[in-house]
């Protein structure tokens, strides 16, 4: 450090990932001429979550229709670090991790401290969930009661959906029963995955040439428009955020 007031004030933030879990560290700042100092000072690196895995079945299945179990097992830390949630967070397989490369930052389904999940998945672009195949990244991130974060990864193969109006049915159901349950981790998920196949879905002409969604309507609900639906997904968005 340098300064010619004779002050000189410096911050200095060491990432965790340098530093071995459990370790103590010296750090060390020596003071040159005209004045000679030292100061020492000790840290404890800070433990998180280790050992443990993610674990999905099946490893293929269909856009919006398949319902893949994610598992967070053997995930262990110390008793005042507890207790864990687990995140779970989709990504493109083969991006390069990158600030400004949108496609690199995971799409989030949420958080639970339970360590079994269960979700439909859509693709991470719309044109996929119909017409193309694609393997997709999911990232589990357990974290502890201090905010540390250790990761696993797995990778699942999203075949296109066969019936969109069976698929949408299906993630209707799972979104009222997320909602009944408070689940907004389950909520989450299915929001996304009906938000692309909504955006990939073909529409037929009616008779008025007006457009119609090939998605099947929500139980309670009659008239299943592009804008109805839309408005419906952003309710239970909300309901996610503020419960």
Known sequence: LDSTQGVALKTMRIPQDLLFPKLAYRLRLEVGKPVIGLAEMKLMAPSKPAGGRLEIVPRAGHAAETVFSFLAVGWR???ENLPL???????????????????????????????????????????????????????????????????????????????PRQASRHLWEDLDAAQDAKDAGRLVASVYSLVHLLLSAPH????????????????HVSECSDGRMRALLLQHLEFAVTN
Not at 125 to 151: C, F, K, M
Not at 208 to 216: C, P, S, T, V, Y
């Open 204 to 219: 037929r002409q009616g008779a008025e040439g007006q457009g119609e969604l090939q998605l099947a309507c929500p139980k």
């Open 85 to 163: 949630t687990f995140c779970l967070a989709l990504q493109r397989d083969g991006v390069e991790d990158s600030v400004e490369n949108d496609a690199a930052v995971p799409a989030p389904l949420g958080c639970s401290k339970n360590a079994l999940r269960s979700a439909r998945l859509a693709s991470l672009e719309a044109s996929d969930t119909l017409a193309h195949t694609g393997v997709i990244q999911v990232v589990l991130s357990t974290v502890n009661a201090a905010g540390h974060v250790g990761e696993a990864r797995g990778l699942v193969q999203l075949l296109p959906t066969v019936g």
């Open 77 to 79: 830390d110390d008793a």
